[in-house]
């Protein structure tokens, strides 16, 4: 994609630099966000907004310039961008220091950078035509504080490139307990007995946007039944249903874990009603 915004300025892409300096990029220190837009439709802009706010004020910063501003700088990146299946990410980082000193620095002026990459077409609730992604399973060995939207994912790269080099699409990840946590780069669901599932909130796992108006969803609709709570990987083994949800996934069903089918092998009869309800529901956010 061409055009990107940095630092006030829009340009081309082959334009844009930081300087090696950026705390960014000797940490890993900032927060980012990564925003789906379909047709230039923006799905769950308002929450993103929020766990941006959140996850800079976990690490000392606060928001780089009005939520207002930043809406105006993502809609002329769309447009500017054709206006097609894009993501949206954009990075806050704490900034450029004169020396490399791991203390916050004082008087440093923030890192914003923003720019699309196009995204598949948007998904839709049809059980012929969805991607079945297969997954192995891993002691999740990332640090405690998953809960942040650190753009320091070395963590979670690493974990996902396991299932690459399995020839798989991700790796479900689980506590010394054996209780599950997420995946690398998406929440999951699993469903039993017609009952959805899903991981309470806490520091071993994002906040993830979809996976929060996924349940929003299901609340306020009232016809699947859903719980909110610890889900030992035996469970997980043993589930009818497996989902992984993103940004860019939405609800993506799961059809293989560890080489073995979940439940049938087939995408499930539930994915397809959450699925529905999610693309009906999405744009209210």
Known sequence: MGTVFLNGEFMPMSEA???????????????????????????????????????????????????????????????????????????????????????????VSQTVFAFTFEIPPEPVADKQHVKGYKVVSSADLRWKRCHIKSTSLLGNVMHFQQSQTAGVNETLLYNDAGYLTEASACNVFIVQQNTIITPPLSEQLLPGITRGML?????????LHFEERAIHMDEV???????????????????ELDGKPVGNGQVGEMWLKAQSLFSAHKYNY
Do not use: C
């Open 215 to 223: 349940l929003d969803i299901l609340k306020v609709d009232g016809h």
């Open 17 to 107: 630099k930081i300087s090696p300096m950026d705390r960014g990029f000797l940490f890993g220190d900032g927060i980012y966000e990564v925003i789906p837009s379909y047709a230039a439709k923006l799905v769950g802009f308002k929450p993103h907004m929020k766990r941006l706010q959140v996850g800079l004020q976990a690490i000392g910063m606060g928001m780089p310039m009005a939520i207002s501003d930043i809406q105006t700088v993502i809609d002329r990146l769309v447009v500017d961008n054709g206006a097609g299946n894009l993501g949206i990410y954009l990075h806050v980082s704490r900034g450029t220091d004169s020396k490399r000193f791991h203390a916050y620095p004082t008087g």
């Open 237 to 255: 083994r043993n589930a009818d249903e497996i989902w992984l949800t993103s940004s860019s996934k939405e609800i993506a069903p799961v059809i």
